[in-house]
């Protein structure tokens, strides 16, 4: 394995030469990979204005040598993967990096074989299963751009990335299980190519053995194709700032964009935060919860462990099912050693009954991680006491998709683990803490926007077709720096706390929505004149959905009325969306506070949405300050 940070000291050094040296660090750090050819320049571009950084330019590699491959002569035998599957009656599978090589290559080979070539956007929307790793490496493998789309999302959802992306291929199975539920995801897929003219194939993956209907000339059978392929598969030359893979996530306003991750700096960062952040050891079980459709499962359960040639574990399930102790239970049957979940999951199994997992030995565990958004201190020390029995400690890692990797977290057992705090940049990590006119506020013990200073190897590289878009997004608010949407607050040891998103971004379940999409989604309901969308404290989400509707025909009056108008409101989000976006409450107005330009309070809605009555601060540049007495007196 490449050199690790071990002490405070040496954490202390390496972030000194990161900042004063990064050519030379990041030099040092990348040079065990293989590569197919070196770079010219560790470092280039700017964040300002351009906002094109560029790492390890001029160096040609493929990722997937850097994943497989390379460990094939010492770790071949070892094992890669571990699915747990969502029934735990069902028989778990173990890939060795030998067997999930092979795997990889012939997933590669069907496509190419199926035309697939360099450069071409793939979408992905595959349930956990061991082929939807398979299937991002695959695409890796040759060349192609992968967009995982999370298979909780809709038709819809799906139709606009696939042609956002421009994406002529898809690979999708027959169905998934989600706990007690099982759902027809080919179905969902044939919904939305119906929008999608430029799709040209579709492999389909046999999971639970349903009919499906197949189109012919577009639609494939993956047991069909992988029948004569070769198990090895040459792998694509890759130059380092060419496109790894795009994935969609929400802004403050428009639809969800695609940020765009590179190949050589991406590579470095998830392979270094990952070793360091976690103090991965050879015979570790590492366990990361999240799904390969959202950042943390490409960067945790995918990238970073198999490019530390680490064992990961996937699973299919809910940590509800069968039972709330069903995550307990998984780490004690493999063994895992490293545990990385989000608060969400935390508080809904702290709402259980604690013998759900006192009656668990959890000895094996070593390491903790959290990760999706701040975690309360209530659930860390549950997490601590529980979980982690008092002896494990826990990385509360800051990151974002467009980050690639973690940015701001403890390396465990090494620096600082305090609850309610992120902690310490990571080296190469420069955070900086701005006041709304962009002057940087020094010191300890302060509050600003979070904003980084200096490139560092897995920075969002554009937005997917509209360059401007990241331009404006992260690079222009504050020339000179990569803004991240984020309050912090560094506390009186200069440790970093996050307090969440300063724009119209809600976190919901570590899941992020933008406000406006969610109301652009409410707003196709036949019944729904305008809406305004905000999010209030949740126990177990972290933050809820709180949506202020008006109606066409005005208010309705009758029960009845109000529940086909709720309904709809509902099934609209679900359509465009999906249901991890249904509204968690609904107020029908019958209008919304807004001042004589016509700009929506969303100050106002915040407050009312929270329970904070009392003092919703000044009205008296409201159009009509009525409409708040109403909607105080409608508060849900
Ligand atoms: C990795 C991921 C990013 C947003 C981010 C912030 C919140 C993530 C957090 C956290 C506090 C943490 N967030 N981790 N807030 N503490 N440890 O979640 O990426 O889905 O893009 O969300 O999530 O608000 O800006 P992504």
């Known amino acids: 394995m490449h050199p690790r940070i071990r002490t405070i000291e040496e954490y202390h050094a390496a972030y000194q030469q990161s900042v004063e040296d990064p050519d030379g660090f990041w030099a040092a750090v990348a040079e065990p990979f293989t590569w197919r050819r070196k770079w010219d320049t560790v470092r280039s571009g700017e964040f300002s204005p351009a906002g094109n950084s560029k790492w390890f330019d001029g160096a040609r590699l493929n990722i997937t040598e850097n994943c497989l491959d390379r460990h094939l002569a010492q770790r071949g035998n070892k094992l890669a993967l571990i699915f747990e599957p969502n029934d735990p009656k069902v028989r778990h599978l173990r890939l060795t990096y030998r067997e999930l090589h092979q795997q990889v290559c012939q997933f590669a080979n069907v496509l190419r074989n199926n035309g697939v070539q360099k450069g071409d956007r793939v979408i992905i929307y595959l349930p956990m299963i061991p082929q939807l790793a398979v299937a991002v490496l695959a695409c890796a493998r040759v060349g192609a751009v992968h967009s995982v789309v999370f298979a909780g999302f809709s038709a819809t959802a799906i139709a606009d990335r696939t042609n956002d992306a421009d994406a002529r291929f898809v690979l999708t199975a027959d169905g998934l299980n989600r706990g007690a539920k099982q759902i027809p995801v080919k179905s969902v897929v044939d919904e939305a190519l119906e929008s999608c003219p430029g799709v040209r194939r579709v492999i389909v993956v046999e999971h639970l053995g349903w009919p499906v209907t197949m189109r012919e000339g577009r639609d494939v059978w993956y047991h069909d194709e992988v029948k004569d392929v070769a198990l090895t598969c040459p792998a694509e030359e890759m130059a380092a700032e060419d496109p790894l893979f795009i994935l969609y996530t929400s802004g403050s306003t428009g639809k969800p964009k695609g940020v765009v991750h590179s190949q050589a700096g991406y590579m470095v960062w998830a392979d270094y935060t990952f070793r360091n952040v976690f103090q991965v050891e050879e015979n570790d079980v590492y366990w990361c919860t999240a799904d390969i459709g959202w950042v943390t499962g490409h960067s945790y359960l995918l990238y970073g462990p198999l490019l530390a040639g680490a064992t990961s574990l996937q699973f299919e399930g809910v940590p509800t099912f069968p039972s709330p102790g069903r995550f307990w239970e998984v780490i004690d049957k493999h063994h895992v050693t490293i545990f990385y979940t989000a608060p969400t999951a935390i508080r809904s199994l702290m709402a259980t009954p604690i013998d759900n997992v006192l009656s668990y030995s959890l000895t094996s565990l070593r390491v903790l991680g959290s990760v999706g958004e701040p975690i309360n201190e209530e659930a860390w020390h549950w997490y601590h006491q529980h979980v982690g029995k008092g002896r494990c400690p826990i990385v509360d ?174 099934e609209a989000v679900v359509a465009e969306i999906g249901k991890i976006a249904k509204p968690d409450k609904i107020q029908l107005v019958s209008g919304l506070p807004k001042t004589r330009s016509g700009k929506i309070m969303r100050r106002i809605l915040r407050k009312v949405a929270e329970g904070e009555t009392s003092n919703l601060g000044d009205v008296t540049t409201l159009l009509d300050p009525l409409v708040v007495e109403e909607i105080v007196a409608g508060r849900k």
């Not at 006119?437 to 190897?457: F, V």
């Not at 200069?494 to 933008?514: A, C, K, P, Q, W």
């Open 397 to 570: 890692t800051w990151w974002q998709t467009e980050t690639g990797g973690i940015m701001i977290s403890a390396l465990a057992g090494i620096t600082p683990s305090v609850p309610a705090r992120a902690g310490l940049p990571l080296p190469g990590v420069q955070p900086v803490l701005l006041n709304q006119d962009g002057t940087e506020i020094e010191g300890n013990d302060q509050e600003g926007y979070l904003a980084i200073k200096a490139s560092w190897p897995g920075v969002i590289r554009t937005t997917w077709g509209d360059h401007e878009r990241a331009r404006q997004t992260y690079f222009q608010p504050y020339p000179g720096y990569y803004f991240t949407g984020d309050g912090a607050r560094r506390d009186e040891n200069g440790l970093y706390r996050i307090i969440g998103r300063v724009d119209d971004v809600i976190n919901v379940s570590g899941h992020r929505f933008g406000t406006a999409e969610i109301e652009n989604a409410i707003n196709q309901s036949d019944y729904v004149v305008e809406s305004a969308v905000v999010g209030y404290p949740h126990d177990v989400k972290g933050q809820g959905i709180y949506a202020y509707v008006i109606c066409q025909n005005g208010l309705p009056t009758s029960d009845l009325e109000i529940q086909r108008a709720e309904a709809s409101i509902i």
